[in-house]
């Protein structure tokens, strides 16, 4: 396990599914957490799983849209813990899901508030705070970061958008010591997988079929590669997009 002690860790989405499992991951590391969600009961359910396992965290409510939500949320890290040395964007929505032609133009505007303008809000802030003393930054993309997606033109984008960022955030400031990637899952077993194969078997197999691996990854696979990426076990990785997606892209 990396040993993360002394440091400092941001990770929002941590109400569950892959932020929950990174923010616990970063704990168990000995990293001081501030788990970030709009779920206030999920967040906080996560904090007092990290205390319960002997870890320091607290929980702020964030909608990643907002601007002065996230800002008091680097604040609340920096006021708490006196810096902010990582940060994992994890944030997002799938959005409902449409051909292109018949997506519904709010739909559309909501996912790419949160998926994309939400993280770029957050890296804006949690660069500021960590431009004296470096750092890194994973974001949260997608396997349809890398590729197209039938019935998810919106999320899709968003998701591209993501990686478009992340790469252009790396090249700014590699220079000051931040390096910034991001990973991008494939078929994980989260509460957004769930609302889209509960109930529908025959989906969940099509998507298994997909993976070379032959199985959905949990969470904790995912985040065990955001914890490695800002460790320094990865202190030549920036501008990278990360499959964790058991081979999906590779085909």
Avoid at 19 to 39: E, H, K, M, N, P
Avoid at 124 to 129: F, G, R, S, T, V
Avoid at 163 to 183: D, F, H, K, W
Avoid at 211 to 221: F, K, S, T, V
């Amino acid at each position: 396990m990396t040993d993360m002690r002394g440091r400092v860790a941001i990770v929002t989405g941590a109400a569950s599914g892959i932020g929950r499992a990174t923010a616990l991951a970063f704990a168990r590391s000995g990293a001081r957490v501030v788990a970030a969600d709009i779920d206030a009961a999920g967040g906080e359910e996560t904090v007092r799983i990290i205390g319960g396992e002997g870890g320091q965290g607290i929980f702020r409510p964030v909608d990643v849209t907002v601007a002065g939500d996230v800002s008091a949320v680097v604040q609340a890290a920096i006021d708490t813990f006196g810096a902010v040395d990582f940060a994992a964007n994890v944030a997002g929505i799938e959005g409902n899901g449409a051909y292109t032609a018949d997506a519904d133009e709010a739909d559309f505007d909501r996912v790419l508030g949160v998926n994309l303008k939400g993280t770029w809000l957050c890296m804006k802030y949690e660069i500021a705070a960590m431009l004296d003393r470096g750092g890194a930054i994973v974001n949260t993309s997608s396997v349809y970061g890398l590729v197209g997606s039938r019935g998810g033109g919106a999320y899709s984008a968003s998701k591209h958008g993501v990686n478009g960022l992340t790469q252009s955030a790396a090249l700014e400031y590699a220079p000051r010591g931040i390096r910034i990637n991001s990973v991008c899952p494939g078929a994980i077993r989260t509460p957004m997988m769930a609302r889209l194969v509960d109930g529908r078997p025959e989906y969940e197999e099509r998507m298994v079929r997909r993976e070379p691996i032959g199985r959905m990854a949990q969470p904790e696979e995912v985040a065990a590669v955001i914890t490695w990426l800002c460790s320094d076990a990865a202190s030549f990785m920036t501008g990278a997009e990360v499959p964790v997606d058991g081979g999906w892209t590779a085909q």
